[in-house]
């Protein structure tokens, strides 16, 4: 036992909980990046979104558009530009696989022309998926709803590599029962198999924005039928409304006539002369 400066009676117990109290408190932190670390590289895929929901001089049709994010340290950046549009992504992902991404983009020939992109989703190995809608800078008008898939890779291959490798198999000298299968082809290269992901991923973009724009159109279809369908309930009722007024109208009129009519016979009868009666009558 020891007794400190401060007066406390302490320990070779306590000085070693409280050692690996700092010990554990310096690692957390390390142990998180470390995780997120593992995510660091290049995430290729695309932006699939569906039709304009606004009135626009510019095409309003879906289009998809492939797109790189470069990540480290939890952190994601990147960019999407072509001759007429200029796109800047920033985002993060956490150690649950969460994931939050924004865009900002402008037509360069007319930079008033802005809009927003709001995208959250979550990472499962080497597949992110994001959702979300692209909106005016102020967020005031929704313009199209949008869809994201990247992968990477490096992450996959970093995946298998930390996997435990499978149980050797001793050899054995048994001969075999049947004839040797042929060599079997080597695996495309790397690059190639990305490629062809890639590809796939582009693919179910397109048809996935397909898809929305379809419903998109049979949403509003709905809603114009709907429409329609109220406004002609609505002149039906004004149309019975103005019967009805001119109908209370007309017989306010007749009404009205009527009396006039009895009332002038009442006072025409008031004014006949009564004939005096002469002694020949009698």
């Known amino acids: 036992m020891k007794i400190i400066p401060s007066g406390r009676v302490t320990s ?19 142990l998180a990046y470390s995780q997120i670390n593992t995510l660091d590289g290049e995430w290729m895929g695309g932006l699939a979104c569906g039709e304009l929901q606004t009135p626009s001089a510019r095409s309003t049709k879906a289009f998809t558009a492939g797109v790189t994010l470069n990540t480290s340290m939890g ?4 960019t999407r530009q072509s001759a007429q549009i200029l796109e800047t992504y920033s985002g993060s992902i956490d150690r649950t696989g969460r994931v939050t991404l ?7 020939g007319d930079p008033s022309r802005a809009w927003r992109i709001r995208l959250h989703g979550n990472q499962s190995g080497s597949r992110m998926v994001l959702r979300g809608p692209m909106e005016s800078p102020d967020g005031k008008t929704h313009l199209r709803a949008c869809h994201m898939e990247l992968s990477n890779l490096a992450v996959e291959q970093r995946a298998r ?4 490798p499978s149980p050797v198999v001793p ?6 029962t049947h004839p040797a299968e042929p060599a079997r082809e080597p695996p495309p290269p790397a690059g190639q198999k990305q490629q062809g992901e890639q590809a796939q991923a582009a693919k179910a973009l397109e048809q996935k924005a ?25 002149t039906q009722a004004l149309e019975i409304e103005n019967a ?10 007749r009404a009205a006539a009527e009396k006039a009519a009895t009332e002038k016979r009442a006072a025409d009868a008031k004014k006949v002369p ?4 002469s002694t020949m009558d009698l």
Do not use: F
Request: aromatic share 4%.
């Open 12 to 30: 070779a117990k306590g000085y070693a909980l409280r050692a690996w109290i700092l010990c554990a408190t310096a690692l957390t932190p390390i």
């Open 161 to 164: 590599a930390n996997s435990k």
């Open 75 to 78: 952190s994601m950046r990147g």
């Open 244 to 253: 009805r007024l001119l109908a209370e109208k007309a017989a306010a009129e």
């Open 102 to 108: 924004d865009a900002s983009g402008h037509w360069k």
């Open 210 to 234: 397909i898809e929305n724009a379809a419903e998109e159109r049979a949403i509003t279809a709905k809603r114009q039928a709907d429409d329609a369908t109220a406004a002609t309930a609505r």
């Open 274 to 277: 009564i004939k005096a009666r």
């Open 171 to 176: 050899k054995t000298s048994v001969r075999p």
